[in-house]
Structures are given as C-alpha cells and as structure tokens.
C-alpha cells in the first residue's frame, strides 16, 4: 500500500517557505493572492504498514514542535470547496534524481524499520486568494513548479 | 599536564570540522575528528575524551530539516552513551547544525529529561543568512562556556533554520528560572535588535542555551570562525591577535585541565 | 539500424554527405559534415559500421566542449578601421597565438601547471600550490537555474578535486549574466523564464550546494542585461590547495580503473554535444541535470585520505561527456578496457552508450596500481562512498567497450585523439568609430539625483541580497570579505577577497586573494577594450586589498553567440589580441581558460546573440596577511588621494545608460601607467602607508568615493577641481562618472604622506580631499562652481534598495 504524508506547520508558527514563495508571486507583479501555505509531501510505497507509517511522520519526517502531520492513502485528497483556495502538488519527474528520498531510507532504517520500501518527495502549495485559471496555470509553471523535470497537479 | 582531549563528531556532511578542530587546538588541546561510525562501532571509545564537540554543516544534507537525520541517528544508535557522556559533567558543544541536532534529539535544554521540548525551525526571512551579529551574554548563565568574555561581542551567523522556538511559554519560564540562556542576539548597545540584527526571529532572541548543570552549550552562533582578530570585519580581538570566540573554546579546556 | 547487445550499429558506410549531415543533427552529435566523413572513412577502412557508443564516443571527444575547436580552429579574420583600411590575418590556433602565448612568453616559476590540467597551479610556498578554474555553467543554467547552477558549483568543486593528484578546495566565485528582473512577465517569451525566478534559483542553486559543501562562495560579479533574459550566463569557479608532490599524474600499464560517486543515471546525456547548439527549450529532460553535494563532500572527505596514503596515480572528475570523456582522457597514451556492466545505476533500463556519455553528477574515475586495490576500497568504504573497478588500463592503445561480454567499441586511441578535422572559419571585425559625446553640463540638484541613480543601477547596486545566501565564511578563512563595512550594521562593496589558509597550512602568514573582471557594455562598442578593462578590473580588485601584481595569473572565460557568423567570431579574435596584449605588458599570465560559444536563441523564428562577454578572474599569493586593507573609510581628516588620470571616457558607462547618451568614448588600457601605480598601492600597503583603498569602476570616481563613505559611516570633501585629467577638457559631470580605468582611490593619515608622495614620485597621484567628521559626502568645484551634498546614510539606502527583495 501507498501512503501519502503531508507535513503542515502549526497555525501558530510562520509558515516561512510559503511566505516566500508569496514574496516570488508578488516580484512577479501578480496580483491576487493573499496567502500561500507550503507542506512537504511523501509517499511512501512497499511494505510499510500504516503505524510504521505514522512512526515515520511523526519521528522522522515531522518536527514535534512546529509541525503536525497527516497519512492518507496515496490518491486521495482532502475535498475542500472554497472559492478562496487553489491546491497545487509537485512532484519530479521519472527518472529526476530525487536525492532526499535516499537520505531518508538511510534515516528510515537508523528508526529501526528494516523494510525495503520506495519513497518520493513532492511539494504542495495552498495558495489563498481569487484568481482566474490562468493566473493560476502561470504560477504554477513559472514558479511553483519547473516543467522540465517536474509535474504538477493542481487539484483544486 | 595532561593534554585535554576533545572528540569532534562528524558525519557525512559536517564541513565546520577542521576550523572547530583548530580552535581546540590553539587553545591547548588536542582535538581529534571522528567519524560517527567508528564511534558506533566502538561506543565506550567516547569516555577516552574530555571534551565532546558537534561541528556545523549539513548533516546528511539537512534533508527533511536541520539536523533531523543526525539526531535521530546519534539517538537510536549513541543516546545512552551521549546522556550518560553529557551526566558526566564533561564539556559538551553544538554549534549551529550541532546545536540543531541537540535540540532535535532532546539533549537541550535538559539531557535527564531527554525529549525534543524546543526546535530551530526556518528563519523569518525565509532564507539561508550569513552575517556578524552582536550576541549579550546573560548575567546569570551558569555555561562554564563564556566565561572572562565581555558583556556583548560579536559573532557571525550562517544559517537557514535558526529560530529558536520553545514548545510553550512555561518552558521559557523554566529556561530563564534555571539559568539556561546563555546568549541572546542584541544590537550594539545592548538592546532587543530587529532584524538583520536579530537574524532569525527566536523567541525572546535565545541565540544559547546549556543545561541546567551548564555543561553543555548549543549555539547558533560560530565561535570557532572568531579565533584571530583578523576574521572579524573590522579586525577587532583582544591582545591584538586574538578573537573574542576563542575565549568559548579556552574556558572549556581549562575547565577540564 | 540494428540491434546488437543493447547497440544500434548505425549505418553509414555508404551514407552520402546530406545523410551524414542528417545523421548527425538527427542523434545530437553536433558533428560537422568535415567530421562525420573523417569518421565514414575510419570505419570504411575497418570495413565495418560503427556502433551508436562508437560514434557517440567520438562525437563527445570532438565536441566544442572538450575541444574548443572553434578557437583552435583554423580562423582567416580580416579587420577594418574607421578609415576602412583591411587588416588581414589567419589563426591556426587563436588560442595558442594569444592566450597560451603570453604564458609561454612570460615563462614565470611560480606557474607550475598551466592549460595541461583540469585547473591552472601557481605556488603558494616552497610545499604547496594554489589550482584555480572557472568554467561556464550557462546552457544547464537557462533550463533549471536551481539545478544548473548547483551542478555548475559541483563541476567546478569536482575540477579542483581532479587537478593533479587533487587540490582541497577553499573557496568558490560565482559570476552571472542575467536580464533585468524589472521586465513584465508577459514581455518574455513562452518557455522562458522570468530574470527574477533565474535569478532566485540560480542563487539558491550556488548557495545550497556551496554551503553544503562547507566551500565559502567569496567574491563574484552579477551584470544585468536584457540581451540575457532567454540565456543567462553562469559562472562557477573554485580554487583549492595542492601539496606541490601531488601534482604530477601519471597512468600506468595495468592500473585499475576505479569509478567513485554518484550513480549513473539519464542525467544530462549529450550535454557536452548540447553546448555547441542554440537552446531550444523542446530539450529533453535528460539535459538536465541533478546535483547533491552531500555525495561530493563525501566523496572529497574520502579521496584526500587516499590522496595522502597514495593510493593511486591519477584521477580525473567526470565532467561534460561523462565516462567517455574521462576514460578517454586518461587512457589516451595507454588504452582502456572498460566493463559496462559494472557501472552502477541509478534505474534499469540505459543503454550502454547512455551509461557511457551519462553526465550524471559527482563521479570521479582514478587510476589504481593492483596492488593498492583493496586498501582504497576500503578508505571510501569508510565514508560509505561508492567505488567500483570498471576496467583497465591497456597497452594496445585502443579504446575497447565491454558490455555483456561482447565488444561493443573498439577504437583506436589516435584516432579519437589526433585525427579530428581542423575547422576552418572566418571572422570580421570592423572597429567602431567612437565620437566624444557632446560635453555634459547639470544642476547641483540633478548631479546629486544622479548618484543616486547610479548607486542604484542594477549593475552598481548592493548584491548583499545574493551574498548573505552563501556561507561565506564557512572554514573561517575568509579574512577579506565580499561585503566591508567599519561596523557590523554597514557593508559597502569590497573589491577582492582573501582566504587565509591557516587550517590546512599550519603556521602559514600567508594568503590567496581572488577577483574578477566583467563589464560587456564596453563590448557591444568594442571588444578588444572589454577585454582590455576585463583584465585590468580583475589586476585593480585584488591590488586593492594588498596583493602584488608580480603574483598574480589569470583565468579567461569567453561566452560569445554563434561563431560561424563571422562578426561574432569577428568580436572574439579581437578580445583574444587584447588578453595578449594586455596580459603581457601587465606581465600576468594566463593559466587556464574556457569558452562557451553558440550563445543565441530563436524568438519567434528570429536569432538573437547574447552579449559578447569576457569573464577575467585573477588570483594572487599574499605574502602575509596582516598586509591587507578593505575599502571603508577608518578615520577622520585623514586625507584622499587619488591614484592615476582621469579621461573623457563615458562610452558603455552606467552613466551614458542612465542619461540616455551613445557617444563617447570606451575606457582604454594603459598598462604602463597602471603598473606602475599597481606596483607603488602594493609597496605602500605593505609599509602600513594606506588606511582604506578603493578602485573606480562602474560609475567611475563619484560612485568609488561615495561607496567609501557610505560603508563607513564617514563623510568626505572632495575638491573636483584638484581631479587630474589629461589634454582633452572635461566638465565635472564627466570627471565625476567617467569610467576610465587605472584609478585608485587612497585614504592615508596626514603623518604618512610624504611617505605615500616619495613612492608615487614617478606615477600620477593627486590629493583630491579628506575624511570630514561628520556623514556628509560633498563633492564641490569652485572652478565651476558646483557643490553637491548628500549624507551616507541616504547614499547607502540607495545603493541597498534595488536588490532587495
């Protein structure tokens, strides 16, 4: 089974790498996002069972202090309708080297997991604002994601 | 006179080794680089040291945040001999991703309790900054560390992930009540910097802090990049040749000599 | 084509020149027609077709990357002057008739491996050398800024690791070209990048991968131009220290091949052939790319340890063109076996010539004795590196492929080596006429906005937004750094850095300094004098700071358009006559160089070129460190001289961008004058005679004393009259912002000027003001009578506002 890990920074921390990437929408002169949220993505494939996959994100791939996470098998997503919010994933293509995978199957066995399993990291964005589709399509491929080597969904 | 003897830990991706190395060695002792798989493979061979150092670089990249990999890793595999190392007294030093590891893996602010309790998550402008910051050292502290230093001097910073975050207001209570911070980021004068002064956003600008016991410091700070006067932007030490971050180094090793 | 063991033999024994000719551009071999017959006719003679890996092999060996065959081409350049007089000439080597010329013709000792290594070596003592090379990173750079510019640090980190025996790196320079990030997002093309996104990935790419490295990024140069925006040049340089017993290689007989690293993956395939081709963004994402640096600390951690205990013999990083390139390299006096098989990968399902032309990243290959074989698996083992023997080095002076125990290449080293076809080009060049624009005349009010607006051009401005993002301090060694302030809350821009390498050499007093030159603006008007200044930029940078101009060698980085235009090409022979010319009357010799051509892209069918560019870096060995300055101001009423004349020479400034003018003339290079007055700032630094010093550039003498000032807190009075020009009349306005080159400025304590007067008798050196007790910056002409005053502060946030984001 697939499982797919996001990490989301408490409200109550600045979520910083999505304050940036707000600051890389604004230089850009585009206009009409108010917010933008960011959360590492993971999914984790082959043996590992949901509570080694919980062990996982909370000892590994989580900070305890600033961060929480949450597991779902990998092809869903949180239904959320709101006109305000578009959702956007990012991940690389195949055959991108993906160099934080191997460090974490490295960390994963230090955890004492001992099963063979396959990761991939990926990005989602959380982006607050009213925006038309275009809009959205040229942020997502001017900024949020790098065609060439990666693919994107955007799921809402 | 005995030779006071220090184990800096490294790993795949430590890169302040040598300077840190250097310091230790200027100031008397004989400082030994050690990666951490020898020591996994040979435990007690840590109680053979005085003193014990974590340089800063990128652990194993620093992927999935700052020191997350390490201190698992140093955790799972060398806790109860870090703990039982740290209970000993002995000196003990983080600087920047080491302080990062400490953090992560629960030996600050408190090695009895030895549980992640605080973090040192993403800078407030978002990205990686390196520049000299003024840092106050707190009357109170009991840091063995900074001793004979004057009340504020100057230390470069070059990190990403940086503020320092409690996991409640209590523990920052705690904190102050038991002496632990031991340097706060401040401007020339002594007062609460903004930034780029305070290069980081921490709470109440902790830059240090050490166990109760004062044994043990974590700093985001390099001291070790402060031993010759020559090093700091305006060329400032003491005895004319010496950096001011060569005091941190020196108080440890005549601690044990 | 057939299929034979994971190969395609290509057919092409009886190919006519139009099938060669689209073969060539059908596989991205970049080969000429001239080549791809060279070639026919090998395999005619062994009466066979060549394989894919053969052919790929021969066309990664002959690339313009590997090869420079442009500039080692054959080039018939005729020159015409304002009064259309013809100048003719035929290169059969312009490299070698300019670049390596003035090397050979300097002879220097202190020059121990010039253009033979991966890198230049120059003595920094009796024990030890100092490698330099800075490569261009552009094409990788324009797809993926993130991930080109880390690989390019990485290449540049791995060509150090590669020089010699290997060289321990101790700092990296940055340098880049990028258009101007204020355009409109819909001003640029489809498929391109926006200025601001290269330029925060680009940043970002050098800053994870040095920081992660523990490699301090010291000194660089960022110019903006929108002729840049569709292919941004980048580029990586780093240099290191090198025991001087571990420069010699060798490859024996017999001697293993070990490949140690990364895995091999699609990353980059035909990278080295790509470079040679204008962009064109339908590239594949085997063009990219991926770097992690946390391998190649490993990899350097692990290697220097077999370095110390001798454990093999030479070594070679795996650059462009992958294994084929390197293997090639090392076995070429030899020959080599090699087993595809064993060559790890990343994902099943390469092809061997994939596996074998692959530039996937940090990899180095080595030449291990037998007997040493077990002892250096071990010391890499150790760092839990990956090293595996992939074959041997043979006597048969072939180049011989093994995959799946069939042969899939056999080629004779000569071959691949010495028969590639001489190019045979030509260049024009027609010498612009450039007229003196007419004289410039403002109020007191607008020459003050006028500062400012320098002080906040683009290509004046504050780069301490990029120069925070990379540890530049990271091994402590950095004891002149890129940004100088008198107080930790202001910085002002320094002109060179210096690493004192007191962790690696223990005791030393000694220092390496480091700078460059850049400023294509002259070259749009002419490149012989962008070359000139680029060096002359480079020489007065690390004078600045304290080094010696006797101890100084150069590097060259030409990134020029598409050379089969003649113009173009046309541009490069003149910039190459100027390295000649220049280098040798400042007698500094070049020790290794690299060239990026076929800079151009297609907007909507039509061709553009990039600006014609000419990186210069310098490095230098300082005797002892404690005989370095920085530019702030250090004290009141201390008094400013001025080293050097000032000439009617506003042409390509900042100040002709800014105000709107096309005349004038472009800085010229004095060298005689210069070296003297380099030669007299270096005694005069040494005998503790100068407080600060600062040489004047990009928006000349106003903006030099101005960034003095403001990085100090200081103010100054300067008497513009007391400025000394030469025959041709110049309004303050043009004293004040004119370009030319060879000036210093000089604070110096009242008690040491007869002191700094005797060392300056036979060069010019004019008291020009003092430092004032309070901030305020004056610049006044009683002549003229014009008095412009601004205070540092306001002149700081000027200078700091644009990059700022």
Known sequence: ?156 | MKKVKVLILRTAGTNCDYETQMAFELCGAFAERVHIDILIEKKNKIFKYDILAFPGGFSYGDDIASGKILSNEIKNKLGDIVKKFAMSGRPIIGICNGFQVFVKMGLLPDPNVFEQVSSLYYNDSGRFECRWVYVKIEKKTRSIWVKNLPEIISLPVAHGEGKFIPKNKNLLKVLSKNNQIVLKYSSKDGNIPKYPLDPNGSSEQIAAISNPEGNILGLMPHPERYIFALQHPNREGFDSKYGWGKIIFQNAVDFVK | MKDVNGCNIVDMLDLSDNQLVKLSKNNTFSLSLEEMKVIQRYFQGLKRNPTDIEIETIAQTWSEHCKHKTLTGIIRYTEFDDTKAQKVKTYKNLLKETIFKVTMELNKKWCWSVFEDNAGIIEFDSKNGVAFKVETHNHPSALDPYGGTSTGVGGAIRDILGVGLGAKPLANTNVFCFGNPNVELREIPKNIHHPKKVIKDAVAGVGDYGNKMGIPTVNGAVHFDNGYISNPLVYCGTFGIIPKNKIRKKVNVGDLILLVGGKTGRDGIHGATFSSLQLSYESDVNAVQMGNPIIEKKVLDAMLNARDLNLYRSVTDCGAGGLSSAIGELGRKTGAIVYLNKVPLKYSGLRPWEIWISEAQERMVFAVPPENKNKIIKVFKKEKVEAVFIGEFTKNKRLIIKYNNDVIANICMVFLHNEMPKSTKTAVYRIKKEKLQKSIKMSDDKISRTLKTLLSDLNICSREWIVRQYDHEVQGQTIVKPLQGNSIEISGPGDASIIFPYNIINGTKKGVVLSNGLNPQYGKINTYKMAASAIEEALRNAVAVGANIEKIALLDNFCWGNPNYPKILGGIVRAANACYDVAKAFETPFISGKDSLYNEYSIICKKYSIPSTILISAIGIIEDISKTITMPLKNKNNKLFLAGITRNELGGSVFAKIINISDGIVPSVYPMESKIIMKNIHMAIKKNLVESCHDCSEGGFAVAASEMAFASGKGIIINIDSIKTDMCPMTPIEILFSESNGRFIIEVKCENELKLREIFKNAVLTEVGYVSDDNNVIFESKMHKIRIKENTEDLLKAWRNTLNW
């Open chain 1, 1 to 156: 089974m697939n499982f797919k890990i996001e990490i989301l920074t408490k409200k109550c921390f600045e979520n910083s790498r999505g304050k940036n990437m707000l600051s890389k929408i604004y230089s850009m002169h585009i206009n009409g996002i108010k917010k933008v949220e960011y959360s590492p993505l993971y999914v984790i494939g082959g043996n590992i069972s949901f509570d080694e996959a919980r062990i996982i994100a909370a000892d590994l791939l989580s900070d305890k202090i600033t961060e929480t996470y949450a597991i779902a098998e990998s092809d869903q997503h949180c239904k959320i309708s709101s006109p305000i919010l578009s959702m956007i994933e990012v991940w690389y293509k195949k055959n991108v080297t993906d160099t934080v995978s191997e460090s974490i199957i490295k960390a994963v066995k230090d955890l004492g997991i001992s099963k063979k399993f396959k990761i991939k990291t990926g990005h989602k964005y959380y982006l607050y604002g009213r925006i038309s589709k275009a809009v959205l399509s040229r942020i997502t491929t001017k900024l949020l994601a790098n065609t060439l080597i990666q693919e994107y969904k955007i799921i809402k």
